[in-house]
């Protein structure tokens, strides 16, 4: 038995912790240099915005609709999602953060009432850290979390589903012809997993809601579209197929990628965000232990610019594998001075680490310079540690430039929020 604990609407829900005014308001946050929605209230979503729309083409709803609109504030988030993770955990035995605003909890032995229990979790999450939620119960992950979609969706859109799965959902419980009636009502693109394209050929063949997908030969599923669909409708039936990852794999890859707030050209800008790009992509390296042996950089122009148009990468081996932020740092620099070209207006570069292995299985090898070695592992662990505990950015290579304010480069996020669980400075006041 699982659970999938969700926050509804996440990012929205952060800014409301902190700001009273925008409860019951239509609001959306937008992505990476106010692009598009990447987060909506339910108010929101009542005025039709979809998500990934373009700023630029519902900012009129501010004047007429009353539409508040906020970058993104994505270390606000972070934290927010930690305090709820941590919360949510004593759920079950095991836990699973799937994402930033999910995680999965693991039922096996937990006695009682299985809704009682969640609601009252829901309730020590929403005034412990600020957060409504809403949670699916179901045999295996894939049944978890439809049911937390149709707790959602009870919430949201009364009538849609009967209002005792609102908020929580647990399909377990159900009588037969109940769950069969809801399954009924359920379109089939809303199977975790599904896909468009999936969903599109499946309602080809008639299979348009979850009762008739369950009704399929799995056999046939397997031959006519994957195994992938196949291991999705046994889930569906109550066969457990994908287990509970309560340690997160290691990634194959890791990169850092950003879209510029403003065009760049100068050599010695990219530099900079490369630097930081590379730092960064270098810490989630160390966080998981492992070592990288080649380091891929890339720039590239805008296409949606009338201008001249550049887009060049190349990947630059290290000597030996590492997690160092300066040997990482140094082959993003000497592949970026081989790619850069003058006369372009860039408008995103990036680092990526790929052929990773682990750091504590590496293969020795006859290393005159092995003390060397254990000397920056110890540096690295202490700019970890100070970053950490001072903020992300306290200590830095020195091609990463003065300050956030002065980078040319830097995202536009003209209507961030303080972030204010985790800067001194930029804590909540209270006015009396």
Not at 103 to 113: A, E, H, N, Q
Not at 120 to 132: A, D, E, F, W
Not at 266 to 295: H, I, N, P
Request: glycine letters at 8%; a positive charge.
């Amino acid at each position: 038995m699982y659970a999938l604990v969700d926050g509804n609407n996440f990012y929205v829900s952060c800014e409301r912790i902190f700001d009273p005014k925008l409860k019951n308001r239509p609001v959306v946050v937008l992505s990476n240099n106010d692009g598009c929605a990447i987060a909506r209230s339910n108010e929101a979503k009542s005025l039709g915005i979809k998500m990934g729309a373009p700023w630029f083409q519902i900012r009129h709803m501010e004047r007429s609709e009353g539409l508040i609109a906020l970058s993104a504030n994505f270390e606000l988030y972070g934290d927010i999602s930690d305090r709820m993770m941590s919360v949510a955990s004593i759920l079950g035995p095991k836990q699973e953060i799937y994402s930033i605003d999910e995680s999965f909890i693991d039922l096996t032995g937990v006695r009682g009432d299985l809704v009682e229990r969640s609601r009252k979790l829901r309730t020590k999450i929403l005034y412990g850290v600020g957060i409504p939620t809403c949670i699916g119960i179901g045999q295996t992950k894939t049944l978890a979390k439809l049911a937390n979609h149709i707790a959602k969706t009870a919430e949201r859109k009364p009538g849609s589903y009967p209002e005792n799965l609102a908020q929580v959902c647990n399909l377990s419980a159900l009588a037969s012809a109940e769950l069969d009636a809801i399954l009924a009502a359920t379109e089939v693109g809303e199977v975790w997993g599904i896909g468009r394209q999936i969903s599109k050929q499946l309602g080809e063949a008639g299979i348009r809601n979850v009762q008739q997908l369950i009704q399929l030969d799995p056999a046939t599923v397997n031959r006519r579209w994957s195994v992938v669909l196949e291991r999705t409708l046994r889930e569906l039936r109550g066969v457990s197929c994908i287990d509970l990852e309560d340690v997160p794999a290691n990634k194959k890859e890791i990169a850092c990628t950003r879209s510029f707030g403003r065009p760049v050209t100068e050599l010695v800008d990219l530099e900079e965000a490369v630097t930081v790009f590379a730092s960064r992509a270098a810490e989630k390296l160390r966080r998981q232990e492992g070592v990288v042996s080649k380091v891929m950089v890339f720039i590239h122009t805008s296409r949606f610019r009338p201008e001249a148009q550049y887009s060049r990468s190349v990947v630059v081996p290290l000597r030996r594998p590492s997690a160092d932020t300066a040997k990482i740092v140094q082959a993003a620099s000497i592949g970026l001075q081989f790619i850069y070209r003058s006369g372009f207006k860039f408008a995103k570069a990036g680092v990526i680490l790929t052929d990773l292995q682990d750091g504590g299985v590496l293969q020795g090898e006859l290393d005159l310079e092995s003390d060397q070695h254990k000397d920056m592992g110890k540096l690295m662990v202490a700019l970890d540690g100070l970053n950490r505990r001072f903020g992300r950015g306290t200590v830095k290579m020195a091609s990463a430039g003065a300050g956030e304010d002065d980078r040319v480069w830097s995202m536009r996020q003209e209507r961030r929020t303080p972030r204010y669980t985790t800067r001194w400075e930029e804590i909540p006041v209270v006015l009396a």
